[in-house]
């Protein structure tokens, strides 16, 4: 399973991105995001999680999820994405500032 992962908007409107192969990465990382998008039922999720208006410096997240079956991706922003989906950009966030510290 892999996930790109975007976030764009803000202050500064600074463009930042991740991708990760969840089978390649150590279970204790892997397996929380795997049950965090079965818990958000990921494919059945609209492709645009977005409010009626523009929020002024607001983020705004783009998740593609690719498995052998089926690729899906949602379009969020912080105010917009349901609870349940925010906890899984929280921890995309936290993976990719940690993927961008080592190299």
């Not at 279970?27 to 494919?43: G, S």
């Amino acid at each position: 399973m892999q996930i790109h992962f975007e976030r764009t908007g803000g202050f500064a409107n600074i463009r930042f991105t991740g991708s990760f192969d969840l089978d390649s990465l150590p279970e204790e990382i892997a397996d929380p995001l795997k049950d965090l998008l079965e818990q958000v039922d990921f494919p059945s999720l609209p492709e645009r999680l977005l409010g009626q208006s523009a929020i002024p410096d607001q983020f705004n997240y783009s998740i593609t999820v690719t498995t052998p079956s089926w690729q899906h991706t949602v379009v969020t922003g912080d105010h917009s994405a349901p609870d349940a989906l925010r906890l899984l950009l929280q921890k995309l966030t936290e993976l990719t500032r940690s993927q961008a510290r080592k190299k």
